[in-house]
């Protein structure tokens, strides 16, 4: 994909690019606001704070700020840590309110990852998140909507069925009953505390220990005592039951972009069920192929 390069002059290589670098992962991040790529790289380039990166992604476009062969200040994890030495850092924008900017700008992020593991020919154990060199939840939204899922749009992307992740069993989903919730790294007050949730949220369970829940999202461990299990939301495999097959769309109403036709007896998980639109149709979120879209709920089965 085309890239815009806006890269950091060699008379602020000291501050924001030090030492050369022979990279050996992928350092994914979300902006944690709501500025475009372009925005994001001329902030960076023009103060003088150590925080740096290789790249900014948003729903339009990629712009690049420090090349490759040059080290970023963006994984907070000191002067010879593999995130900072070793890492091609990304950030992904429009992180703060989400939304559809959000969702288009992690999918030409994950366009941008694929590029960069065939150059180097890595594969899907290379790309690696900021929480995974320091105790800061980041990427956060692309946490919360599923580090798993980031993974299998990689994997769906690349179209090589050599690139793996581990499949993750579901349990069940919870709603967040506490204005603020503990993240903690294991199942018990005596871990250290990871980060928190805010919102009230949804949020998948993986695991589940003396009242613990472990999120989906790889982020750590909340205490069950202050959630409510909703059976409804735990997700559901269904099958196409459409002869002709059933479309796949971008959003809950027929006159929405077809994404796809799905087979005849094709399996799709159900995300929510039974939205009513004005067409008079009941529609559910699913995902198809690591794909979110909406399906004619009565087509299903």
């Known amino acids: 994909m085309k890239v815009i390069k806006n890269l950091v002059s060699e008379n602020k290589y000291s501050i924001k690019c030090p030492y050369k670098m022979n990279p050996t992962r992928i350092v994914v991040h979300n902006t944690a606001n709501d500025a475009s790529a372009r925005n994001e790289i001329s902030y960076m380039i023009r103060n003088n704070n150590k925080v740096s990166f290789h790249y900014a992604v948003d729903d339009v476009e990629v712009v690049q700020g420090i090349e490759e062969n040059r080290n970023s200040w963006n994984a907070g994890d000191g002067s010879k840590g593999k995130g900072n030495r070793e890492g091609i850092s990304i950030e992904i924008c429009y992180s703060k309110s989400g939304g559809t900017k959000f969702i288009k700008s992690e999918e030409n992020a994950v366009k941008l990852i694929v590029d960069i593991l065939k150059r180097y020919g890595w594969n899907l154990k290379q790309v690696t998140k900021h929480q995974d060199y320091m105790n800061k939840y980041c990427p956060h939204r692309t946490l919360d909507m599923g580090w798993n ?112 036709l799905l087979p005849y007896n094709s399996e799709v998980t159900v995300l929510h069920e039974k939205e009513i639109n004005s067409d008079g149709y009941s529609w559910s979120k699913v995902i198809y192929k690591g794909k979110n879209g909406y399906v004619a709920d009565n087509y299903l089965k």
């Open 149 to 260: 899922r980031f993974l299998d749009l990689i994997k769906t992307e690349f179209g090589n069925s050599n690139i793996v992740s581990k499949p993750v069993v579901e349990l069940y989903k919870v709603r967040i009953t506490a204005s603020v919730l503990n993240i903690r790294n294991g199942a018990g007050t005596n871990y250290e505390v990871n980060g928190k949730i805010t919102d009230k949220g949804i949020y998948t369970i993986i695991e589940e220990k003396n009242g613990w829940g472990k999120l989906k999202s790889g982020a750590g461990w909340i205490s069950l005592a202050y959630t409510n299990k909703n059976t409804n939301l735990v997700l559901k495999s269904k099958k196409v039951n459409a002869k002709k097959g059933l479309w796949f769309r971008s959003s809950a109403n027929l006159n929405s972009k077809k994404i796809k």
